[in-house]
Each structure stands twice: as structure tokens, then as C-alpha cells.
């Protein structure tokens, strides 16, 4: 298994590897911002948008690969207000469901925290899904829970969920 960085035109070229990794998961229940319906387009849409940050330096985008197949991506958004330069926030942590439980959520979160170290950031945020897999594994990985909203989000068939936010000092 390899964790890395793409840059911009990488990440470009791997829009189809990262659509497929947020359709399988959207289709497996995950909450991350999309309906049920997801369709490639609009998956391929947002892959876009992500691969022009990336380019333009506000945001890192890693990856897991295996035998040359994308299973996993997450993010740190590093292009923050004036008055937040030191903080990050990761983004779209996702493991396709055939590379899950081999360990490349906490090797992704591991290389996310070492991306926004590199780009002089001291603190990170996210959000996640109340009591979801991504709660359990921020949690075994030393993040605080700051606080919890109730129904802040829907899941992927509708149905309203809880959201945890969440930090960690990475200094």
C-alpha cells in the first residue's frame, strides 16, 4: 500500500478512480455531503472542483493506492481566513469498501497530519457522522470531540443524523 499526494494535474487524472471511491461509499451509507442518487457526473463534478484547489494550493489531496488502484482519499482544505492561519480541516476521508479494515483510514489520517504539518498548520478539525467508522477510528487516533449537533446533516437515503465536530493540535 502507498500513501502520497497528488498534485493538480495527478489529481486530475485520477477524477474517474476518485468518483468511484465516493460513489461506493455513498452507496454503502456513508454521509459526506451526498444523496443516494449520486450520479458519476456530479461525482466527477466535485473530483473537478477539488483537482482545481489542489492546483491552486488550498487544498492537499492523498491518496491510498494498491497494486496501482485507488482505495482511499482524504483531504486537508489548507486555504483558511486571515485570522485562521495555523488551522487546516480535513475533508472527505473515504475508503473504498474493498480496502476497508486493512488499516488505510489511520494511514491516510497519518499522512493528512504530516501534509498540514508540512504547510505549518497546528490544528486540524472535521466533522463526522455521530458513532459512524470515521467517529470510532478520530477517536483511536487521538482527536476531541468539541461538540455534537443533532440532525445537522442527512444520509445518503434522507433519513436526518447527528454530526460530531472534532479537533486536534498536530504541533
Not at 487524472?13 to 459526506?32: E, F, H, Q, R, T
Not at 489542489?54 to 485507488?70: C, K, T
Not at 485570522?83 to 473504498?96: C, F, S, Y
Request: aromatic share 4%; with cysteine; glycine share 14%.
Amino acid at each position: 500500500m502507498i500513501i502520497r499526494a497528488l498534485d493538480g494535474v495527478e489529481a486530475r487524472a485520477a477524477v474517474p478512480a476518485l468518483s468511484g471511491i465516493l460513489m461506493d461509499c455513498v452507496a454503502g451509507g456513508a454521509s459526506v455531503s451526498f444523496m443516494a442518487d449520486l450520479a458519476p457526473a456530479e461525482a466527477e463534478a466535485f473530483w473537478h472542483g477539488v483537482a482545481a484547489d489542489v492546483a491552486g494550493g488550498g487544498r492537499a489531496l492523498l491518496v491510498a493506492q494498491d497494486e496501482g488502484r485507488l482505495l482511499g482519499t482524504v483531504q486537508v482544505i489548507l486555504a483558511m481566513p486571515p485570522n485562521q492561519p495555523h488551522r487546516g480541516e480535513i475533508a472527505k476521508m473515504l475508503v473504498h469498501r474493498d480496502g476497508r479494515r486493512r488499516g488505510l483510514g489511520a494511514a491516510l489520517m497519518g499522512a493528512a497530519e504530516d501534509a498540514a504539518r508540512a504547510a505549518g498548520k497546528r490544528l486540524l478539525t472535521l466533522d463526522t457522522v455521530t458513532d459512524g467508522d470515521g467517529h470510532r477510528l478520530y477517536r483511536r487516533l487521538g482527536w476531541q470531540v468539541a461538540g455534537t449537533i443533532p440532525d445537522y446533516a442527512l444520509g445518503p437515503e434522507g433519513g436526518p443524523c447527528p454530526t460530531t465536530f472534532m479537533w486536534k493540535r498536530i504541533s
